[in-house]
């Protein structure tokens, strides 16, 4: 429509533009506009090996600028670049950039001194220790120093896992453990019963058996003794029955100690997958149950 307009052009990296235009019917403007340059700018280039790393300048809280290899523009001056990539050593640079020049920064970095270890298993809740020294509990994970770490993990009514695992500089180690239940030893106890009470039968059984020795050698010492006393027979029975209540127990013995010591269910394991960069990260959540993971690259 015909009328009075103010017509303003903005760019994030020059000074807005701006004019006042008279439009009038049936005809057709064309409006230059020269944008100065906010600032005197250059350009900075950064490269690591491997790629993929954040790129900071001059303010680290207010988060990377983009990841290597990064290119983009620069005031002119100088500039404090960090180069952070998971798993390696942080490189920290001063560069100076120059009006309208091309400044590249290429850097190789370091595998980190330290890796980590991610342990899930099949026991929510279940204790690790690294080293000997309580780390935290399934599903875990924590950064540890490289080169071999002993690891254990242990729950209540379950069998112990331990291993050493290799534990890679700069890279997540995963260890996928199952712990399997600690053999009952209710038929230990059962047996062990049973075999107190077989023993102390055939301890009474002897008493009982030695009394009518002793009765049936007294009387026949004094000629009193007939021939067909029934007491001969059961001395004779308690004696056989003795020596049956003995054995029982030794068979019982050697069950109860069958039970308490053999274990026959298999014990726990674990699965120590090859270390990887912690770009892929598992994630869980226990509150929904659900399982995913989260993956970073560039293209």
């Known amino acids: 429509s015909a009328g009075t307009y103010h017509v303003a052009i903005r760019h994030p990296d020059f000074n807005t533009a701006e004019a ?14 020269n944008l100065s340059q906010g600032e005197f700018l250059g350009y900075l280039h950064v490269v690591s090996d491997p790629p993929g790393a954040h790129v900071f300048i001059d303010d680290h809280d207010a988060g990377p600028r983009g990841d290597s290899p990064f290119e983009g523009t620069a005031r002119v001056g100088a500039h404090h670049v960090w180069i952070e990539r998971a798993g390696f050593v942080t490189v920290e640079r001063d560069v100076t950039v ?15 001194s330290v890796g980590r270890i991610r342990v899930i298993g099949n026991i929510r809740g279940a ?43 700069g ?5 996928r453990v199952r712990l399997r239940p600690t053999p009952g030893r209710g038929g230990a106890f059962v047996a062990g019963g049973f075999t107190v009470l077989s023993i102390a039968g055939g301890v009474v059984l002897t008493v009982l058996a030695s009394d009518f020795g002793t009765q049936l050698e007294r009387e026949r010492d ?7 006393d029934s007491r001969i ?28 010591l053999v274990d026959e269910l298999p014990p ?30 560039r293209l």
């Open 127 to 169: 204790r690790i220790f690294v080293d000997g020294v309580a780390a935290g509990a399934i599903p875990w994970e924590g950064e540890v120093r490289a080169g071999t770490r002993h690891v254990r993990v242990e729950a209540d009514g379950m069998k112990n896992w331990e291993e050493d695992v290799d534990v890679a500089r």
């Open 233 to 260: 027979d059961e001395g004779f029975a308690l004696s056989i029955a003795q020596y049956g209540a003995y054995g029982l127990g030794v068979i019982l013995l050697g069950v109860t100690i069958y039970y308490a």
């Open 98 to 112: 120059s009006l309208g020049a091309d400044v590249e920064l290429r850097e190789t970095l370091e595998r980190a």
């Open 222 to 228: 004094q000629g009193t003794l007939a021939a067909d």
């Open 268 to 297: 726990s394991e674990a699965t120590v997958l090859e270390p990887r960069d912690w770009a892929l990260l598992p994630m869980f959540d226990p509150t929904t149950g659900l399982a995913g993971v989260a993956i970073g690259g």
């Open 171 to 175: 890279q997540l180690t995963p260890i």
């Open 20 to 33: 006042d235009i008279e439009v009038e019917p049936g005809k057709v403007y064309l409006i230059v506009m």
